[in-house]
């Protein structure tokens, strides 16, 4: 049974031990896997509690925990991350940890303004550019290349079994596994999870939280949210942001691109698999959508720029 507003402020308070909570507001139902609320202070500041509930938001959890000690340096004038505020367990030994929390407004990604998505291009050139070794050193798993492609392969033949992705987009995806080009880059610490649950602006600054999914892998998975709702102008303006801080592969936009599209369709399946019947009509709708487009060649090329990337150059040098 989920926990109520009451025992989750309750916890809080011991897990913070000398923070005043003069109010709770439940939100177990934007954390899926965790019983969580946002509490005011007597001071005005806000925190928020999180409860794992399963084995898998736990380690989910432990993830968040050890990110945030490799991050933790990068909060600036520009960037809000959470920081832990206290730890305790409930009564059945699950963790509870509380963290700052950061009120924002959405990222609306389309919009004619690019400044917000440019910063958060900007910020994650710098999580990209954390130490591999720190982050391995507090266990955040890591992923090559290879291991990701063929992650990606068995997905994708498990969208094919379903019968709910057009022949043409499974065509298409299938041939950018196979494009030995396209995966030459060098794997980097990235966010794991970027989205309008995530990230937002708070006045000049971008706030960046939700740390549970972070590896090291393939920095153009933290470009696929930005790749599936901004345009074209908008998607390069970000990748120049970026570059100007670290440099890219010749291959991380289409990467980028792919990933979007493969999104649409985990997004489908996890709509069906939860009895989404709304959802899923509209996710099918997107489907359907992107699958015209394909056939209408109207959408970008995801065949490599050239056979030598990043992470061949690194190999020879």
């Known amino acids: 049974m989920a926990k109520s507003h009451l ?26 896997g965790f019983d969580s609320a946002v509490l005011e202070s007597d001071i005005g500041r806000s925190y928020q509690v999180l409860v794992p509930t399963s084995k898998q938001s736990e380690k989910e959890m432990e993830t968040e925990l050890n990110a945030l000690k490799l991050v933790s340096p990068l909060a600036s004038t520009t960037l809000a991350i959470p920081e832990i505020i206290g730890q305790t367990r409930d009564s059945d030994g699950h963790s509870v940890v509380v963290l700052s929390y950061e009120k924002y407004k959405e990222i609306r990604l389309g919009s004619k303004n690019s400044e917000p998505v440019e910063l958060l291009s900007a910020e994650l050139a710098r999580v990209h550019s954390l130490s591999i070794t720190d982050a391995q050193a507090l266990e955040i798993q890591a992923f090559t290349p290879t291991e990701l ?27 950018a596994l196979e494009d030995i080009g396209l995966w030459r880059y060098r794997p980097t610490v990235i966010h794991g999870s970027i989205g309008s649950d995530n990230v937002g602006i708070a006045g000049d600054k971008l706030v960046l939280r939700g740390f549970g999914s972070m590896r090291v892998s393939d920095p153009a998975e933290d470009f696929a949210w930005i790749a599936g709702g901004s345009t074209e102008a908008v998607l390069n303006s970000c990748f120049a942001q970026y570059a100007e801080i670290r440099e890219a592969d010749e291959n991380m936009v289409k990467r980028a691109i792919l990933y979007s599209e493969v999104e649409l369709a985990r997004w489908l399946s996890y709509c069906i698999e939860s009895g989404d019947q709304r959802s899923a009509e509209a996710a099918a709708a997107d ?29 020879d040098s």
Not at 7 to 32: H, Q
Not at 296 to 315: C, H, M, V
């Open 149 to 175: 492609n063929s992650e990606l392969v068995a997905e994708l033949d498990k969208l094919a079994d379903s019968g709910k992705v057009p022949g043409v987009l499974l065509s298409r995806w299938e041939r």
């Open 287 to 315: 489907i359907e959508n992107l699958a015209e487009d394909a056939q209408k060649s109207d959408l970008p090329s995801l065949e490599a720029t050239s056979f030598i990337g990043l992470n061949q150059e690194q190999n």
């Open 7 to 32: 025992i989750l402020a309750a916890l809080a308070a011991e897990a913070a031990s000398g923070k005043n909570f003069v109010s709770t507001r439940l939100t177990s139902d934007m954390t899926p």
